[in-house]
């Protein structure tokens, strides 16, 4: 069965960095785009971008150009998203979500980045 | 970017009413629609795509329509369970933009 599983909870400090994985299994991962989607604490959802899980290729949402960076390793079947020189606003969990054709189908089950000094 | 506008906001409803959340694109997704479930802590759940049809494993009682701008997620006979938080997100064209969601809450 398809699943998508990120990696677990993360406590970092303003200007700090971060690195949040999400590993499939259940399918070829080549074969289905990846996207990512944010959402702060009580807040409804944000579509950040998605990566081209074939060549490589990330497009980036206006709102998420400059410090947040989609990444493969497809030896291991695994998305990454790295958020650089964080801020408190980026206090959210983050969800990988695979696009199946024309509709997102499978979501991750998050990871909960919490920005604090 | 297309603008994905969900009302109501929010809901009180009893167990066995049917109700109807309304979600309306800027701007024709023909239909390229997808409706999700989130319960407090968990990851959203596909309910319907393609504008009106019912993702595997999902309660009958659930369906969707509309095409173009409009659309309309129905739930008939309200269950427990059911009370959560649903999203519409259209899949026409990047970004792929979400409506504001409809908290479904107990009355």
């Known amino acids: 069965q398809v699943q998508l599983v990120q990696s677990g909870s993360e406590l970092k400090k303003p200007g700090a960095s971060v690195k949040i994985s999400c590993k499939a299994s259940g399918y070829t991962f080549t074969r289905y785009t990846m996207n990512w989607v944010r959402q702060a604490p009580g807040q409804g959802l944000e579509w950040m971008g998605w990566i081209n899980t074939n060549t490589g290729n990330p497009a980036y949402a206006q709102d998420f150009t400059g410090r947040f960076v989609f990444s493969l390793d497809t030896s291991v079947s695994t998305a990454y998203l790295q958020i650089t020189s964080l801020k408190a606003e980026d206090t959210a969990v983050y969800y990988c979500?695979?696009?199946?054709?024309?509709?997102?189908?499978?979501w991750g089950q998050g990871t909960l980045v919490t920005v604090s000094s | 970017d297309i603008q994905m506008t969900q009302s109501p906001s929010s809901l009180s409803a009893s167990v066995g009413d049917r109700i109807t959340i309304t979600c309306r694109a800027s701007q024709s997704i023909s239909n390229y629609l997808i409706w999700y479930q989130q319960k407090p802590g968990k990851a959203p759940k596909v309910l319907i795509y393609a504008a009106s049809s019912l993702q595997g494993g999902v309660p009958s009682r659930f369906s969707g329509s509309g095409s173009g701008t409009d659309f309309t997620l129905t739930i008939s006979g309200l269950q427990p369970e059911d009370f959560a938080t649903y999203y519409c997100q259209q899949s026409y064209s990047t970004p792929l933009t979400f409506g504001g969601g409809t908290k479904v809450e107990i009355k």
């Open positions: 979500v695979r696009k199946g054709g024309d509709y997102p189908d499978y």
